[in-house]
């Protein structure tokens, strides 16, 4: 599969999925706005600004943006799974309390960062200006590499290999600006 693709600004994919990320606020349960935004919506900028207007994989979230919609999409499922557990339950309801949402917000973290290396895995970005292929150890996130740019998007023979390490270490690029 061979698509070229104008990239989609960080922004634009934000806007796009507003509705989205009130359900991930409306889970996140932050005291004020400014909390969430500082905690999470700038984690979540990141990952889009990391993923631009990629697909996840040729079969799941194929279209333009599609990593970025999984990766909404989890988090919001993962946080209102874990809603539901039963945390801690031999701490008492005061320790619960105060560790319930740092467990929350690992959760969070755990999702938006569980997918970032998929479109590497199974595509191939082409910068179609300088025929440069993305490599997100060296050129880091895809949208502050690809700019505004037009690339191609060629789906390898045979996914690479699934390497958790190299997830771990792009999501030190997201984690931590």
Known sequence: MIAAHEAILAE???ATHL????????????S????????????????????????LTPELHCEPGGAFRATIESTFYAMRLAGGQKFAADLTSDKRRRLEPQYNYAVFLAAACSLLD?????????????RTRWNPAAHGSFGTWI????FAVERRVAPLKNE??????FAQTVITP
Not at 19 to 30: D, S, T, Y
Not at 32 to 37: G, L, N, R, V
Not at 38 to 44: C, G, I, N, T
Not at 147 to 150: F, H, R, V, Y
Request: glycine share 4%; net charge positive.
């Open 12 to 14: 634009d994919l934000f």
């Open 19 to 30: 509705k989205r990320i009130e359900l991930v606020r409306q889970c996140a349960n932050e």
């Open 32 to 55: 004020t706005e400014t909390e969430f935004a500082r905690k999470w919506l700038a984690v979540l900028r990141r990952c889009a600004n990391w993923f631009s207007s990629m697909p």
């Open 118 to 130: 998929e479109p590497f895995r199974h595509f191939e970005m082409v910068r179609l200006s300088d």
């Open 147 to 150: 700019g505004t740019g037009q």
């Open 164 to 169: 958790r390490m190299r997830t771990a270490m």
